[in-house]
């Protein structure tokens, strides 16, 4: 779910890695009185391609009340199932705007394993407008370079022409590019492909897991076609529908200042924080003044207040990027904005060489076309006294004018928001997070409410839990293999770290160059959470492709195979080590020039090697 938040996060981001039900064979009809195909086959795409998945292309009426008009087309892709399928299972991700495609192809190996989903076809899908689905662009990347990082508070007329002139430019593009479409890429529009996309597969019913919007997406599924939900798993709940104009505005803020704080009083608690200080939230503020008043460049990029907002909301989606964070910030205390830019750019989705993910424009337009947030508070003035109060780091420069006003002028203004209900028999659950910055827990105690679904708490941080609690996970499992319902209010605590296995031991240990330390601030980069990864760092005197050579050799010694023998040169991809007994390495090898360009600065030593070592027991 990107960030609503006003000015300092405008337009923000989601999260990344980073299902349900049972289903049976039958009608092939959509009872929309359009008739699609799909045909699975092998991707063409090379990522997509090595990582397994089977590839679709799959036609939909750009405006469900005309199904015999204009079509676009979806980019869908499955992860067939094991055995013969019990049915389909869709997945998304959030956003709105964000890849599903790319989230099954991610995540899809931890969806079989920890969620017990390999009885059902996955099926990862981006929406209309998003991915390589249609997707939706109104301005080129060089414009969002300007448009996401112009300065958020602006100081003289100058820098606040500039900030409304990049407003109104992206609606006017937008308006002159698509004109009256923009209503066609609504969250209804999407659930009505998802029942194309089952109909075409031929089962009556759907199960679905979707993570931050795209728990409001299913919602909207489950209210709009009640009797073709297999069962729902509803994680780090989004619910606008019963907002008022007031909530709307001040939700999300409040949810990153909260986790702002509880970052700030880990940092200084923890040697592995190097922003760690005994005030950091002073320190903070005054780096965000200073960048707002003396922004710098870095590899010609402006790294300003507008940069280290997002980097620290993308940073806080995780407690694995804490530390990722911390040393972002301390660079940027002397001058370097590489690790700033770095956790900024993975905030929009954009690409090291400049480009962006469909996310960042789809956002808006999704937004707008499904009648979010449209109407003004009541009281501008005294919602902006209560938001200074409660969020007074997150909600910096916002004036009265930000409160009032959809953001959907010259996009889609008068577009009805759906309120959620659901009559049907199949199980949902919905997940929330007490300390989500993104999706608060208010959103899912209002959707558990409105769909009549059980409501489970996570009291741990983050974003999206299923994949990353054991407790969490335990109920999709029982929910997607009989339906089994967990009590409401049902609680879950954050796993305990995951303790070294026994037969580590056999693992080789440092050779000759090389040396083990604290590496907790990389477990970020590589999406390491301790609680589900045991992972061991060094670093080596040598290069890449040498210590990786050298490591293979070690392991052959101690009876450590290769996952793919071919795979003789180190990549940038993982490699995997397996013994007799089916444990298994996986190894990460990482020049410190490459951490250098993701803002890791002087954390390796010049010319050194990092090496990750991790496992990650699957199923267990």
């Known amino acids: 779910m990107r960030s609503l938040s006003v000015r300092l996060f405008s337009v923000a981001c989601l999260a990344a890695i980073p299902l349900l039900g049972a289903c049976g064979g039958g009608s092939s009809s959509s009872g ?40 676009i087309d979806l980019a869908l892709v499955r992860i067939p199932a094991g055995g013969e399928s019990r049915g389909i299972l869709l997945s998304n991700p959030g956003g709105p705007g964000a890849s599903g495609v790319d989230y099954v192809v991610n995540a899809g190996t931890a969806m079989v394993s920890d969620l017990g989903l390999g009885e059902y076809d996955i099926v990862g899908f981006d ?38 002139e990049y407003d109104e430019f992206f609606e006017e593009k937008c ?34 897991y979707g993570v931050s919007y795209g728990t409001y997406l299913g919602g909207v599924y489950a209210t709009l076609f009640p009797d073709r939900v297999g069962a729902m798993l509803l994680d780090s709940a989004f619910d606008p529908a019963g907002d008022t104009p007031e909530q709307s505005r001040t939700t999300q803020t409040i949810g990153f200042e909260k986790a702002l704080n509880n970052w700030a009083e880990w940092c200084e608690a923890n040697d592995a924080c190097a922003y760690r200080s005994r005030d950091v939230l002073a320190d903070w503020d005054d780096l965000v003044e200073r960048l707002d008043s003396d922004p710098f460049e870095t590899d010609g990029r402006t790294v300003n207040d507008t940069v280290l907002g997002t980097a620290t909301a ?44 469909a996310s960042s424009q789809a956002f808006p337009i999704i937004r707008c076309a499904s009648g979010f947030y449209n109407e003004d508070p009541a009281d501008p003035e005294a919602l902006l006294e209560t938001l200074l109060r ?38 949902i659950v919905v997940v929330g997070g007490e300390n989500d910055p993104a999706t608060p827990i208010r959103w899912a105690e209002e959707m558990a ?16 839990f299923a994949l990353d609690s054991l407790c969490v996970a335990d109920i999709a499992l029982s929910l997607f293999a009989d339906g089994t319902l967990p009590e409401n209010e049902t609680v879950c605590e954050p796993d305990p770290d995951l303790t070294e296995p026994e037969w580590w031991a056999d693992v080789p240990g440092p050779a000759s160059g090389e040396k083990r330390i604290d590496g907790s601030t990389f477990d970020g980069l590589f999406g390491f959470r301790p609680s589900r990864f045991w992972r061991e760092y060094r670093v080596s005197s040598v290069g890449v492709e040498e210590a990786y050579a050298r490591f293979v050799e070690r392991m052959a010694t101690a009876d450590f195979v290769p996952d793919d023998p071919s795979a003789v040169e180190a990549s940038s991809a993982p490699q995997f080590f397996e013994d007799a007994n089916g444990n298994f390495v996986g190894l990460f090898t990482v020049s410190q020039e490459e951490l250098e360009s993701y803002g890791f600065t002087d954390v390796v030593p010049q010319g050194h090697t990092l090496m990750a070592l991790y496992w990650y027991p699957l199923g267990d």
């Open 32 to 71: 929309s009185g359009f008739a699609g195909s799909l045909e699975w086959e092998e991707c063409e795409d090379e990522n997509l391609l090595a990582s397994g998945v089977e590839c679709a292309t799959f036609a939909v009426p750009l405006d469900w009340s005309d199904t015999n008009g204009e079509t």
């Open 127 to 164: 929406p209309r407008g998003t991915g390589r689905s249609a997707p939706l662009r109104c301005v080129d990347d060089a414009d969002l370079d300007v448009w996401l990082y112009v300065d958020s508070t602006p100081d003289d007329a100058a820098e606040q022409a500039l900030y409304d």
């Open 175 to 208: 308006a002159e590019v698509y004109g009256d479409d923009l209503r066609h890429y609504s969250t209804e529009a999407t659930a009505r492909d998802m029942d194309a996309i089952r109909a075409a597969s031929g089962f009556d019913e759907i199960a679905y």
């Open 314 to 357: 993308s940073a806080l989606y995780s407690e694995a990027q804490w530390a990722q964070l911390g040393v972002a910030l301390a660079t940027a205390e002397e001058g370097d904005g590489t690790g700033l830019l770095a956790l900024a750019d993975s905030y929009h989705e954009r690409s090291d060489d400049g480009t962006y993910a």
């Open 390 to 427: 409660e969020a007074p780091r997150m909600s910096k420069g916002t004036t009265v004018d930000d409160l009032t006003g959809t953001g959907c002028e010259g996009l889609t203004e008068d577009a009805d928001i759906i309120e959620l209900s659901y009559d049907g028999d199949a199980p």
């Open 449 to 464: 409410a409105s769909l009549g679904a059980p409501l489970v708490r996570f009291t741990g941080e983050g974003h999206g």
